[in-house]
Each structure stands twice: as structure tokens, then as C-alpha cells.
């Protein structure tokens, strides 16, 4: 077993050696000694010990307030024409440096972020003399590293394997979801992220698609959590997840099935010189701390270009939850764009068939019809192309670039303010690079972009400010196909603030407050009206139908209503992955409370608000005696700034502080 050697620690010369760094002195590595570098947070309660192994091999190692976290871990690369991983040579390293950034994002759980943290970059030879830099980011909420190879010519690299790896401690727990397998699923529509948590299993437990897990990845050893996940991601790398083969509770990141490409491109990374990769990203701390982290974000390249007015988040009306693709048709629609107004919601999403079942010029004269009651009108695509047989359409209007002008500019002509494009083909070098297209070339139409079927953003929700949501979750649409999904969705949402919703916004399409016809919904309706504010999103569509909602109080309604679309800050309250979670959110000049049990047993929370500066007093809607559109509404008060809240075995509550 790998783990932080004694002997290390007791080295004098590594210690000089870090000395030497954190004073700007760039040194080279001795020859008969394996130099050890510690780079810490700013607050110093993390650190991150660098070093070659006896065999050259890169290593790191994490420890928390003194403690260990994470064990000996590999670094690396291995590339066509040299080998990172073993036999390297330390050329030398820069000083350590305080890096900042200040910035503001829109599709957040938090709008004015600070980043703050120590940077240290070492420099590597392989044995034929190649060149590469391992970069090394450590912040108060986590550790951050990439590779960079310098230089500059024509030639194309390709890597065929990252040997990055987390090496947990013994007894460590873990909560992941299993990534799918390439061409399975629905009309072969694998991976979309829509697989199920295992909650609580030990570190090494099998995936059991055999296919991996993907990020985020959460795990706690002893009172420390960390959750492992990427950012960064550009045309010259693929998106990567863990590994299905696990030694020792090591988990190594690993590439994308071979199959996951656009159309032949490339799935393995490939790029010509200079040469960066993507950030791996581990957030450390508190579950408190991990849950309030913004480092994921934090780490995703700045706007290119500054958001333009059109990028507004807001609420949709959708009737495809509830309704399916026979009632993408005029009339409906045109019931939905009022019931948006009645609502007011920003925006209607009209989805699949359209095409056929609307047309482009009725279309158009919807879209008229909102613009004129001040709601925006979202349109869906199918990604189309060879990679799966989904059949929807419009289809064969996203793959190309010529094509994609064409259809914006028509889209533009009629109206829309946006699309919802669905049923990608996976993580490959290639298939990114097609999103990224579809971003670029939307962006100077003030088109806003939802990716459905898709990969998780990674932060490029900061690169590109107008993709305002990603699906990557099995979402709110699941529960209504069939009632083992119904009969998960408890402890399922009681998993996605602590994972999938941590760093990036997730269209999840919550909240059904009446019945479904299909399956017999197993949350209560305060649990459904908490998903509202508990699950972010830049553009949040609702599932609930106009014939629901009317049923719901007033005070849920008017809730509904006002509910921000922008959220100034959040803070974890109280929960555990899986069972049950309690947040706060500010937005509009007040503190929203959330939360959900998905527990089989009431259970009774005490929320500490001292830290929020919230009002005196809040309204409370929660779960009534009965089931369906069952609520119970009531003005509750803090006592010494705490609130003590029973929740009903999978119920919810929300509160308004004034």
C-alpha cells in the first residue's frame, strides 16, 4: 500500500528544497536524493506534497490540517512519442504564488465568486528530453492540477493513456454514479449521465456497467470529504472519467470509449504544441465546505466575450413532461406561452416534432404572440448525425457548420431566443470539439443553449455564457416513464446537491405537484415544490402543467412566481448524500429555504440561520395531511437565530424569510 512515507517528511533537504521554491528560486532536482515540494492553501490547512519516485515516476499526496486525505497518488501522461509517467527528470519548478480571480456568473449557485490560491508549476524531462510542466493550484475549498507541454511547432501528438490517479485512504466511503455503456440505452443513445448513485460503498466497489464512474465523484474519509471532477475542458482534450479498475482504492482517470466520436474524429486527446490539459479537480473539506464550493467553476476558463443582455436566466413553461411529443402542436403551445405569462416565467420551450407538427411559419407567429405578452420562445434540436438512432426531429440541422448557419439564421428571422439540442454521442476529443462548435457559432446570434443527452459541462457554462443549463441526470422525465424510477426519486434527488448540481447547472426539469398518469409518484408535493429551489439551473423548466398548477394554493403559486432566477449566494444548512439535505439561497433581497427528507422516517432538523443575516421571521409551506397538492402554510420565527423543522418521510419544506 502506497501511502505518506515517514521518511519523507524527516528529509532536510526537501525542506530547503520548498524553502528555496516559496522564495522564487528555480533549482533542479539532485541526482541522488528525491526532492519533496509542499505547496499549501492559502489558510494552510491544505497541503500537497510533490515528488519523483525512486523510478522517476511523478507523485502526489494530500493531507488536511496535518492529516492525510489522500494517499500517494500517480501523475502523468503517456504520449506517442515519449512516456510522462516513469523515468523523468525535475528540471526545476517556479516560486510558489498567491493567483486570484474575481468574477460574476448568472447560471450559478452563487453570482460574485473570489478564487484564491497557491501556484506552483514543475518542470519535467522525459528521458529522450520532451518537455512537461505538471501545474499545481491548492485553494482553501480543494487542490487543482493539470499538464501543460511547452514549445511550439506542427506536428500532432496524441496521448493513448493519463496516469493521473486518487488514492484513498483504507475505510473510505464513496457515492458515484456509474458512467453507461457506449451504445446502449434508448435508440443507442449511451452515455448520457443518467445512470443511478451507488450511496455509501466502500472504495473499490465494482461499477456495475463495467464502464467506469464519472464525475463529480464524491467520498469521505473520516470527517473529510472530497469530491473529484474536471474543468477546463477544450478542443484539445476529450472529457474523461474514473476508470472501472480499482487497486487498492486507487482510481486512475481514464479516456472515452473508442466509439464515442463525431462522425471518425478523434476520441483520444490530440493536439499540436503549445499543449494543455484540462484541470482535475478535488474539492476538500466539510461537507459543508465541498457542498458550498465554487471550484469546479472557478477553474473554467474566463468569458471570451462578456454576456450580452439576451443572456437572461428565467423560468420555462414545457409541456413534453407530462404531455409527450403528440402535444408539440399550435394550439397547446399557444396555451403554454400564457400559461408562462400567468406564471411570470421568462420563457416556453417548445420541443420535439415541432417542425412537423407547428411548422416554421406558424412558428413564427407563436413566438410572435409571446414576444408581444413578454415571453421568449426556446426551440429543441435533435444533435443528429450517425452516433444513435433517435428518430425526433428537426434532425440534420446541427452537424455542420454550414448547416447550423443556415437553420440560426432562419431561427433569428422567426424569433427564438434559443434551443435545447439533444442525444449526443459522448466524451471523445472530437465530439467535444462539437460542442464547442455549436457554442461559437450560436453565440453571435444571442441564441441561449440547453444540451440534453449530454456530457457534463465542466465549467464551460463561465467559458460560454450562453449555455444557461445541461441536462447529464437522470432527470424528472424518468419518473414519469415507469415506477421503479418514481420509487428512486427520493434518495436520487437527495444526492444531486452534494454531486451532479455542486459546480454546475443541471436540468433536472423538476417539480410535478398534481398526479402522473403513467406511475404512482412516491414524493409529496412540499417535496416536489422544494426541488424548485433547492436544484439550480440558468434556465429553470418546470414540468408541472397549467391544469396542476391551477389546483396548487395561492401562496404556492405566488411562490412559483417569485422565486429568483439568479441566486446571489448559497449556503448548506444541514443533510447527508442521500438522505436528506437542507440549503439556503439569497436572491431578490431574500433568504430562500429549502429542503428535502428521503428518508422512511419524519425527520426533525435545527437550521443555524446566524450565519445568513436573514429576517426576523419566514413563511413556511411544507406537506399537509393528505397527498397530492397537500400543503400546510404557516409564519415561523428562529429562536436565537435557529429554526427547528419536523420533515415528513419524503416531504419538503420551503421557507421565505422577509
Given amino acids: 500500500m502506497k501511502l505518506f512515507k515517514a521518511s519523507t517528511f524527516a528529509a532536510i533537504l526537501p525542506i530547503a528544497m520548498t524553502v528555496l521554491a516559496g522564495i522564487g528560486i528555480t533549482h533542479a532536482a539532485p541526482k541522488d536524493a528525491a526532492a519533496s515540494y509542499q505547496i499549501t492553501s492559502p489558510d494552510g ?25 489522500l494517499g500517494e497518488s500517480d501523475l502523468g501522461l503517456v504520449r506517442d512519442d515519449a512516456d510522462f509517467s516513469k523515468k523523468l527528470s525535475l528540471l526545476g519548478s517556479s516560486k510558489v504564488e498567491l493567483v486570484e480571480d474575481n468574477y460574476e456568473i448568472l447560471t450559478a449557485k452563487r453570482r460574485s465568486n473570489h478564487y484564491a490560491a497557491q501556484r506552483q508549476v514543475f518542470h519535467l524531462a522525459a528521458a529522450g528530453g520532451e518537455k512537461m510542466d505538471v501545474v499545481f493550484q491548492v485553494s482553501n475549498d480543494g487542490v487543482a492540477f493539470r499538464y501543460g507541454f511547452p514549445g511550439s511547432d506542427s506536428v500532432v501528438r496524441r496521448l493513448s493513456e493519463e496516469r493521473s490517479s486518487f488514492h484513498f485512504l483504507p475505510e473510505t466511503r464513496a457515492w458515484m454514479q456509474p458512467m453507461s455503456v457506449a451504445k ?6 449511451n452515455p448520457s449521465y443518467e445512470e443511478y448513485y451507488q450511496k455509501d460503498v466502500a472504495v473499490g466497489t465494482p461499477s456495475p456497467t463495467g464502464a467506469g464512474w464519472v464525475y463529480p465523484a464524491l467520498f469521505r474519509a473520516g470527517d473529510t470529504w472530497l469530491l473529484v471532477s474536471e474543468s477546463g475542458l477544450s478542443r ?24 464515442e466520436n463525431l462522425l471518425g474524429g478523434p476520441v483520444n486527446p490530440e493536439s499540436k504544441l503549445p499543449w494543455v490539459t484540462p484541470w482535475r479537480v478535488i474539492a476538500i473539506g466539510s461537507l459543508k465546505n465541498v457542498t458550498e464550493s465554487m471550484l469546479g467553476v472557478d477553474l473554467a476558463p474566463a468569458a471570451k466575450h462578456p454576456a450580452t443582455p439576451a443572456v437572461e436566466p428565467g423560468k420555462a413553461a414545457w409541456s413534453w413532461p407530462l404531455m409527450g411529443d403528440d402535444k408539440t402542436v399550435y394550439d397547446v403551445q399557444k396555451r403554454f406561452v400564457d400559461y408562462a405569462v400567468d406564471m411570470k416565467w421568462r420563457y416556453c420551450l417548445i420541443d420535439a416534432q ?8 406558424k412558428m413564427k407567429e407563436l413566438a410572435d404572440d409571446a414576444k ?12 443528429n448525425g450517425n452516433w444513435n438512432d433517435a428518430y425526433q426531429t428537426p434532425k440534420n440541422r446541427m452537424a455542420t457548420h454550414e448547416a447550423r448557419i443556415q437553420e440560426f439564421d432562419r431561427l433569428k428571422a422567426m424569433g427564438i431566443a434559443g434551443m435545447k439540442i439533444d442525444f449526443f454521442g459522448g466524451d471523445g476529443q472530437s465530439m467535444i470539439g462539437y460542442y464547442l462548435d455549436l457554442l461559437e457559432d450560436a453565440e453571435p446570434y444571442g441564441f441561449l443553449i440547453n444540451f440534453h443527452g449530454a456530457t457534463l459541462p465542466r465549467g464551460l457554462q463561465r467559458t460560454y455564457p450562453h ?13 414519469t416513464f ?24 443541471m436540468d433536472f426539469t423538476p417539480m410535478v405537484l398534481d398526479h402522473m398518469s403513467r406511475v404512482k409518484r412516491r414524493t409529496s408535493s412540499a417535496f416536489e415544490l422544494a426541488e424548485a429551489v433547492l436544484f439550480t439551473s440558468g434556465i429553470q423548466h418546470y414540468a408541472e402543467i397549467p391544469e396542476g398548477m391551477a389546483k396548487a394554493p395561492e401562496d404556492v403559486r405566488e411562490l412559483l412566481k417569485r422565486i429568483p432566477s439568479v441566486w446571489e449566494d448559497s449556503r448548506f444548512l444541514d443533510g447527508f448524500p442521500g438522505r436528506y439535505v437542507a440549503m439556503a439561497r439569497k436572491g ?19 437550521l443555524d440561520l446566524n450565519e445568513l443575516s436573514a429576517g426576523k421571521s419566514g413563511h413556511l409551506i411544507t406537506d399537509g395531511a393528505g397527498e397530492n397538492l397537500s400543503f400546510r402554510s404557516e409564519t415561523v420565527t428562529p429562536v436565537d437565530g435557529k429554526l427547528e423543522l419536523t420533515i415528513r418521510p419524503n416531504g419538503g419544506f420551503v421557507v421565505v424569510m422577509d
Fill in 467 to 479: 449555455l444557461m443549463t445541461v441536462e447529464a441526470i437522470r432527470g424528472q422525465e424518468f419518473i
Fill in 372 to 383: 408581444g405578452k413578454g415571453v421568449k420562445i426556446l426551440v429543441w434540436y435533435n444533435s
Fill in 588 to 606: 431578490g433581497g431574500h433568504w430562500y429555504l429549502c429542503g428535502i427528507n428521503a428518508e422512511k422516517t419524519e425527520r426533525k432538523v435545527t
Fill in 184 to 189: 446502449t440505452g434508448w435508440a443507442r443513445t
Fill in 236 to 259: 484539445g482534450y476529450c472529457a474523461t472519467r474514473l476508470r472501472p479498475e480499482v487497486a487498492d482504492g486507487e482510481y486512475r482517470v481514464g479516456f472515452p470509449d473508442p466509439r
Fill in 482 to 505: 415507469e415506477q421503479k424510477n418514481a420509487d428512486e426519486q427520493a434518495t436520487h434527488a437527495a444526492m444531486l446537491p452534494f454531486t451532479r448540481n455542486v459546480f454546475d447547472p
Fill in 354 to 361: 415541432w417542425d412537423t407538427q407547428i411548422g416554421y411559419d
Fill in 45 to 69: 490547512k491544505l497541503a500537497v506534497d510533490f515528488h519523483l519516485d525512486a523510478e522517476g515516476a511523478p507523485q502526489y499526496r494530500i493531507a488536511r490540517a496535518g492529516q492525510p486525505v
